[in-house]
């Protein structure tokens, strides 16, 4: 258009100057005149054209100008959007959930207490996941305060009942007391000496709560028992214990006047840790025998009592390190899963934690200065609340009764434990005229040691019995060595005595050393011996006879009839048949008669 315009307007120009040198000249104009005013019709449509075309471009310029205003305002609004979002960034990262100062239990806690909340949600997200465990930790919390709830009116129930059933015996006490000085004639005529038990009575109260109900439950029993199978007394001062207590009292005095934070509490076992000054001693067995002693004491820190095992020995011989194990170990399988290892109170490790202690230094404590163990089965004697709360739903009385009758088993047992291993050891018996001796007349092998040896020694040695042996559980063993020799043959037996003896039998394996190295690895015959020699159980023994001796004549006799079954194969014949047996050897499995058999007048070794 700029083009067209620019002709035109030189056209015209050229046309204007044509008409002026016609003028000038004189010559007419005419035709130049209406050459311009056409020219002029030309420049009018261009001028339209011009205006129409600053018109559209003004309406793009609007355009334009309307959508660069639009984006401006959606920068502004997505400016205030990313403002509005780091300010919400920086508030999440400032975020602090209130959970986070509440002390939840532990994963294992978690997983035993609540097993089906704990694998319920398991293809959850992690934050999904914690907010469903604090739903089920506020449900448990809860079902534990209406419990406390619960607990705390039947303490305020009790507390109550208590108080007046005290009431109501105070009410006696006049009475009794009028009684008591009327019948005192009749007392001296009889001559009782009640008044000299109650002043000998008068130590008892105080003993601590635990050991007082021990004692009273104890001495009902001793009472009612006709045999004198077992005795408790108390042991201690009285003055001892009223200091102890006068002490106590002071110190509690001074914690509530002065602020339990401004007194240092002493962190030292040996004041933390001390027993009360009375105890209570129970000895088990009858007066001039050898007899048990229990020495039960009680703890203020650990809120339970322990016991510590003692032997009033009446011998002057003794197998020590054979017996002072079996000592330390004799109260720790009274009942499974019950080894003194532990402190069984609710939360002691707890409040153990608040002096900087732990539970092992506590026990370590205990057995370092011969206090013994708190087994569960004790504090149910004392009527002590413990981890195990069936030991508290038996009755008190029965419960005791069962307790003690099993400590009289297995000393008792231990005690005929100790006299064979102590006659074996000194060779201060006869192995022709013991009772367990089926078949005196056929002894033919002597016994030429019996010793002690390590548990490493024992363990060296190989036989299939150690690989089916079951788990220690706790269980601590003495290992003995003995020797038979019969001519130039020679049997060693290795014998593994467990501390649960009777639950668990003595086990033994042997080794014969004639004509090279026999074991029940290489010989299927002195596998048969160990299988003969161990399986002999407590039911199978008659009256009064005892089970390592009835074990020591089951191994010597099959050790005859190996060699004189084995020795009916050599070229030369060493040892001759001298047994009672019907054949050496039965069918294909060539098994040995070690069996002894007693019919009438008839006896006989078989399969």
Request: charged share 25%; aromatic share 8%; with cysteine.
């Amino acid at each position: 258009m700029e083009t067209t315009l620019n002709t035109q307007f030189e056209q015209l120009q050229k046309i204007f100057e044509g008409i002026h040198l016609a003028k000038s000249k004189g010559q007419p104009t005419e035709d130049g005149r209406k050459a311009a005013t056409l020219m002029f019709v030309a420049l009018k449509h261009a001028n339209r054209e011009v205006k129409q075309k600053i018109k559209d471009g003004r309406d793009k310029l609007h355009l334009e100008k309307s959508s660069v205003d639009l984006s401006r305002l959606q920068l502004q609004n997505l400016l205030y959007e990313v403002s509005h979002l780091k300010k919400e960034i920086v508030r999440c990262q400032k975020f602090k959930s209130r959970d986070s100062d509440l002390e939840l239990l532990s994963d294992t806690e978690y997983a035993s207490q609540l097993p089906n909340m704990a694998s319920a949600k398991v293809d959850l997200s992690s934050h999904k996941k914690h907010v469903h465990r604090l739903e089920c930790e506020l449900r448990l919390r809860k079902d534990l305060d209406k419990q406390y709830s619960a607990l705390l009116n039947s303490k305020q129930e009790l507390l109550q009942e208590n108080l007046s059933q005290t009431q109501r015996y105070t009410s006696f006490s006049p009475a009794l007391r009028t009684l008591l000085g009327a019948t005192k004639p009749l007392h001296d005529a009889l001559q009782l000496s009640l008044d000299l038990e109650w002043k000998l009575s008068a130590v008892f109260k105080y003993l601590p709560k635990p050991l007082y109900i021990s004692f009273i439950n104890l001495q009902s029993l001793q009472r009612t028992r006709d045999d004198l199978s077992f005795t408790v007394e108390v042991v201690g001062y009285e003055s001892e214990a009223q200091m102890q207590e006068l002490l106590n009292e002071k110190r509690d005095t001074a914690l509530r006047r002065e602020g339990q934070n401004e007194i240092e509490e002493p962190k030292d076992l040996d004041t933390l840790l001390t027993p009360h000054a009375l105890h209570i001693k129970l000895s088990i067995g009858n007066t001039g025998s050898n007899q048990l002693i229990l020495l039960i004491r009680y703890f203020e820190l650990i809120k339970c009592v322990a016991v510590w095992a003692q032997v009033n020995s009446s011998s002057s011989t003794s197998n020590s390190q054979g017996e002072t194990n079996f000592i330390d170990n004799l109260l720790r399988h009274l009942y499974a899963n019950d080894m003194g290892n532990e402190i069984p109170i609710p939360g002691i490790q707890y409040e153990l934690g608040s002096l900087d202690l732990t539970t092992e230094e506590c026990l370590r404590y205990l057995e370092d200065k011969e206090y013994g163990k708190p087994f569960c089965w004790l504090q149910s004697m004392c009527l002590i609340s413990t981890t195990n709360s069936s030991m508290l739903e038996r009755n008190l009385n029965k419960n005791t009764r069962e307790i003690i009758a099993r400590i009289e088993r297995r000393w008792n047992s231990w005690l005929r434990l100790s006299q064979q291993i102590r006659g074996l050891t000194y060779k201060d018996i006869d192995l022709f005229t013991l009772r367990e001796n089926i078949y005196p007349v056929g002894l033919s092998c002597s016994l030429v040691q019996w010793t002690a040896i390590t548990h490493e020694e024992f363990q060296a040695q190989n036989s299939d019995v150690l690989k089916i042996s079951s788990d220690d559980r706790g269980i601590i063993y003495n290992t003995y060595r003995a020797v038979f020799v019969r001519s130039s043959a020679k049997m060693e037996c290795f014998i593994r005595i467990p501390s649960n003896y009777p639950l668990e039998m003595p086990l033994w394996i042997l080794t014969v050393h004639w004509n090279g190295c026999h074991t029940s690895q290489n010989n299927s015959a002195i596998k048969m011996m160990e299988y003969w020699t161990n399986s002999l159980q407590p039911k199978q023994l008659g009256p009064n006879e005892r089970l390592l001796y009835a074990q020591l004549f089951r191994t010597i006799y099959s050790f005859d009839i190996f060699l004189e079954t084995e020795g009916s194969m050599q070229s030369t014949i060493e040892y001759n048949k001298e047994k009672p047996y019907i054949s050496a050897f039965s069918k294909r499995s060539r098994a040995r008669p070690y069996k002894y058999i007693k019919k009438g007048s008839v006896y006989a070794f078989k399969q």
